[in-house]
């Protein structure tokens, strides 16, 4: 019988964390299979993103000691978006929860994310309420990227709900078909739609280890965010560039006229070195974000799987190589 919840936990090098997690979520976790009924069962879905340190080592030593703990072993570094990908698509559970593993996402929520579950909602959010755990500049960034993107977006990313949350398996198949490869899940999660819930918690510090988010990630993360969910930034130049050159006809109906009324043409450098410059400042940028766009548009039409499983703990040992292959069959495009 396949497991009613499956807590979905990409690792990328954290083998100070694992052994910490594991003990943080039992209670919780029987707590929340409580709410579901006596015959409930959960799925420990373990996501190494090509961790360099013992992480693999000892997820297999895990798995051997603990039946609900299973991982997939991605072929590299694919990046957290991926990793959570490919444990969407692996989870068998009727209900799925993406979890960090440095217990930022506290698992004390999660018999409350699934007692809405139970009480009908299909997708859970987990809500920060307090993110005084992290530096101000990762505050201040994060809140004017959600101003920005909801204000363009057509669905509205909730602000202050990170990948931690439940999904049913409804939502799951939905994600799983979308067959974009620049994967934003928040933007996804949000774009789902059905029976919204929302649960608050406190973010906590980072249990052990450091993050693993560099600002380039960050940086590249937040591009991904805005082009996935939105192209307001391409159509804003068909309006910047309308209101220059109706600018530029009253200037230049302005200068015949001057010239016609006083005789004199003024000599003219420092405003065309400003028009100039200024116009050559706007191309370029609208150019940059044409380029934004279609370089994901290339990416996308390469259609390269999102990852690769190198391993899965639960095809052991004779389905070795036709999961190998598994992760090559993307989705269908088209729902
Ligand atoms: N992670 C991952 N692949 C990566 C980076 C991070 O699977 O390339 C995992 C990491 O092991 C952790 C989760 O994503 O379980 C969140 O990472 P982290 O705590 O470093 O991010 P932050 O909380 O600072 O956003
Ligand atoms: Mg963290």
Do not use: C
Not at 130 to 146: C, E, N, P, V
Not at 244 to 266: C, E, K, N, P, Q
Request: glycine share 8%; no cysteine.
């Amino acid at each position: 019988m396949p497991p009613q919840l499956t807590i979905i936990i990409p690792v990328f090098n954290e083998q100070e964390s694992l052994g910490a997690f594991l003990d943080a979520v039992r209670t919780p976790l029987a707590q929340a299979l409580d709410v579901i009924g006596p015959q409930a069962s959960a799925e420990l879905l373990f996501v190494d993103d090509g961790s360099s340190d013992r992480t693999p080592d000892m997820l297999a030593i895990l798995a051997g000691l603990d039946a609900r703990v299973r991982y997939l072993r991605l072929s590299r570094n694919f990046g957290k978006e991926a990793a959570i990908a490919a444990g969407l698509q692996h989870a068998r559970g009727a209900a799925v929860v993406p979890m960090d593993v440095d217990l930022q996402d506290p698992p004390e929520l999660l018999p409350a994310l699934v007692r809405e579950w139970v009480a009908g909602a299909k997708v859970v959010n987990a809500r920060r309420v307090d993110r005084s755990s992290d530096s101000r500049l990762k505050r201040w960034t994060a809140h004017g990227f959600y101003r920005a993107v909801n204000l363009m977006a057509e669905t509205p990313i909730p602000e202050n709900v990170g990948d931690y949350r439940l999904l049913d398996r409804a939502a799951v198949d939905v994600i799983n078909r979308l067959g974009e490869s620049a994967r934003f899940n928040k933007g996804l999660f949000a774009w789902v739609g059905f029976r919204v819930a929302t649960v608050d918690y406190v973010r906590s510090q980072r249990h052990a280890g450091e993050t693993k988010w560099r600002w380039r990630r960050l940086w590249s993360l937040a591009l991904d965010g805005i082009t996935a969910s939105t192209t307001a930034p391409l159509r804003i130049w068909t309006y910047v560039g309308g209101v220059t050159a109706l600018s530029a006809f009253a200037y230049a109906a302005f200068l015949v006229l001057h010239t016609l009324i006083t005789g004199i043409d003024t000599p003219g450098y420092a405003s065309i070195m400003i028009s100039v410059l200024m116009l050559g400042g706007i191309q370029l940028l609208s150019i940059g974000i044409m380029g934004e766009y279609i370089g994901r548009i290339a990416k996308e039409v390469r259609q390269r799987p999102l990852y690769v499983v190198e391993q899965d703990s639960a095809a052991e040992p004779d389905h070795g190589s036709s999961e190998r292959e598994e992760a090559w069959t993307r989705p269908p495009m088209r729902a």
